[in-house]
C-alpha cells in the first residue's frame, strides 16, 4: 500500500476552488488514486477515482502528473456545505488469497468559511 | 443511496455486557470492512473480509470479533463490554475490479455509536 501524504488541514472562503495534494512518491504501476469525504459523525463516501491526466465527474475534478508520485483533487466553488475531512487512498494492501485491506489516512480537515 | 445498513445506530451498555453490532448488504459485495473512529480522529481498521467464511485483523488491535456465514451479513461482537470500546463503528463494503487491479467504490454505513458506561 502506497504512503500519502496530504496536508493536515485547509481554510477556504466560500466560492472560491480548493486544491488538495496527496503525495505518493511510492505509487505501484497498477495503483489507482482515490479520494474520499467525510462528515462528522458520517461514514466516508467517494469522490473520484484515477489513474492518470485528469478524472472530472459533477463534483470534483482529479489531477494526476505523468510520474504519477502526487495527485490533486479540486473542488470548484466551494461552499459551507463542503467542510469536510478528505482522504486519498492510492492502492490497496494485499494480504495474500485475494484478501487485502482498505487503510485510510489522518486526512485533510478542509474549512470553509463564509 | 448506498445499500449498507448498521443497528443500532445508537447504543449504550453497561461494563461487562455481551454486544453484537449489526451490518448488513445488499449489493452483493464480497469485501467487508469494520472500522473504528473516534470523535476528530482517524479512521482505523479492525477487521475486514474479502468473502464468506474469510475474516482477517486489521491494522488497529481490537477485543471484538466478526464473522461472515453470508456474503450480505458482517456482524462485529463484543463479548465483554468495556468503557474502553466506546466509540464509533462503521461498517463498509466494495468490490475488487481484480482485472483492473483496483478498489471500486467503498460504501458505508451509518456507523453505530457506541457508549459503555
Known amino acids: 500500500l502506497a504512503k500519502t501524504t496530504q496536508p493536515i488541514s485547509m481554510d477556504s472562503y466560500e466560492g472560491q476552488e480548493v486544491n488538495i495534494t496527496c503525495s505518493h512518491n511510492n505509487i505501484a504501476t497498477n495503483d489507482y488514486i482515490t479520494w474520499y469525504q467525510q462528515f462528522p459523525s458520517q461514514g466516508p463516501r467517494f469522490i473520484i477515482q484515477?489513474?492518470?491526466t485528469k478524472v472530472t465527474n459533477e463534483v470534483a475534478s482529479l489531477f494526476i502528473p505523468a510520474d504519477r508520485k502526487s495527485s490533486t483533487l479540486s473542488l470548484p466553488r466551494v461552499s459551507l456545505s463542503d467542510t469536510a475531512v478528505y482522504y486519498c487512498?492510492?492502492?490497496?494492501?494485499?494480504?495474500?488469497?485475494?484478501?487485502?485491506?482498505?487503510?485510510f489516512g489522518k486526512g485533510t480537515k478542509l474549512s470553509v468559511i463564509p | 443511496e448506498a445499500d449498507i445498513y448498521q443497528t443500532p445506530r445508537y447504543l449504550v451498555i453497561g461494563t461487562g455486557k455481551k454486544i453484537t453490532l449489526e451490518c448488513s448488504q445488499t449489493m452483493g459485495h464480497d469485501k467487508m470492512y469494520w472500522y473504528q473512529q473516534d470523535p476528530g480522529m482517524e479512521l482505523h481498521l479492525i477487521h475486514y473480509s474479502y468473502g464468506v467464511n474469510s475474516t482477517e485483523k486489521g491494522d488497529l488491535s481490537s477485543e471484538s470479533t466478526v464473522s461472515r456465514i453470508r456474503t450480505e451479513h458482517f456482524p462485529l461482537t463484543l463479548e465483554s463490554a468495556r468503557p474502553s470500546h466506546t466509540s464509533q463503528y462503521l461498517c463498509?463494503?466494495?468490490?475488487?475490479?481484480?482485472?483492473?487491479?483496483?478498489?471500486?467504490?467503498?460504501?458505508f454505513g451509518q456507523g453505530t455509536r457506541l457508549t459503555v458506561v
Open positions: 484515477g489513474y492518470k
Open positions: 463498509a463494503s466494495s468490490e475488487y475490479a481484480g482485472g483492473q487491479g483496483r478498489v471500486t467504490e467503498a460504501f
Open positions: 487512498l492510492v492502492g490497496v494492501s494485499y494480504s495474500g488469497a485475494g484478501s487485502y485491506q482498505l487503510t
